[in-house]
């Protein structure tokens, strides 16, 4: 009994010790996501399309985003990107803390193979792993980290992390390569 009551209560202080969201994540950082990433590309996104799963149960998104520019690792010109989450025939599926997709922008993405579809990249580090491009007032281009509000990101002994902030898109692809050079990658 007494084994039972000290699960119960370990399992009690985890779920204080987080943040009531949406979803919560473990936080990667940029260096970890570097040294995973199959590839990290800037590209942009030239079609967006929901639909369910085979077995009917989830609603998925693709994306399919023309690549720009390889920072790191090798791929085709088009990458398809899915994430969960989406609306099909009015069905929505809300997923906090994945990364969403829409027609016309630009990103730089951290890919990782989808474990079940092949040809299919996924965001690793789901909404860590994923920035906004666009151009400042300075005509400077910026990455902008993208974790929405509904999201929770903790390190791991359960304390918020602060978001990344905005970063110029030459400064963020020199740090890339420099995480991977360190970790033993080849770089492009």
Known sequence: MRRWQSVLGVGLL?????????????????????????????G???SVESFWTR???????????????????EGPSVVRVRTFGGTVNGYTVEAHGFPTFSQGERLLLFLEPDAKVADVSRVLG????????????????IAYPVVDDGAAVIDVTGKPVAPARPIALDELRHEIRENARLAGRPVN
């Open 55 to 73: 077995s009917g149960q989830v609603i998925v998104t693709e994306a399919m985003v023309e690549v720009e520019d390889a920072v790191l690792g």
């Open 126 to 141: 789901y909404q860590e792993g994923m920035y906004r491009v666009a151009t400042d007032k300075a005509g400077r281009e």
């Open 14 to 42: 985890l779920v204080a010790a987080v943040p009531a969201s949406g979803s919560t994540f473990i936080h990667i950082s940029r260096g970890e996501l570097a040294k995973r990433a199959s590839a990290v590309v800037v």
């Open 44 to 46: 942009n996104v030239l």
